[in-house]
């Protein structure tokens, strides 16, 4: 079984940049849908972006559309996520999962993932 481990996270201002990292150990990635969740305190954990095993069909919820940037690297077994203009509302701990599917439409609710990282937190200032 793959082992998901995140890395990246950290305090920023407001209006700042993080980069997030998801390094796969135990196997390589499987040709399934990746994808960033977070989750804040009292709250669900929630889809950020998502992304097929070619990357070609991404999906970003409407709250970062146009600020996060999904990536993977899969000859380094590797899942990204670029967070530029962040927001005191994206402070949450992020955790990176692989889904059960190949397919985008099916990856969009935790449920369909069974392996997920420890979480990273992320936490930004105003």
């Known amino acids: 079984q793959v082992q998901l481990v995140e890395s990246g996270g950290g305090l920023v201002q407001a209006g700042g940049s993080l980069s997030l990292s998801c390094a796969a150990s135990g196997r390589t990635f499987s040709n399934y849908v990746m994808a960033w969740f977070r989750q804040a305190p009292g709250k669900e954990r929630d889809i950020v972006a998502a992304?097929?095993?070619?990357?070609?069909?991404?999906y970003y919820a409407d709250s970062v559309k146009g600020r996060f940037t999904i990536s993977r690297d899969n000859s380094k077994n590797t899942l990204y996520l670029q967070m530029n203009s962040l927001k005191p509302e994206d402070t949450a701990v992020y955790y990176c999962g692989e889904s059960r599917y190949h397919s985008i439409y099916n990856s969009r609710a935790s449920m369909a993932y069974d392996t997920w990282g420890q979480g990273t937190q992320v936490t930004v200032s105003s």
């Open positions: 992304i097929t095993w070619i990357g070609d069909s991404i």
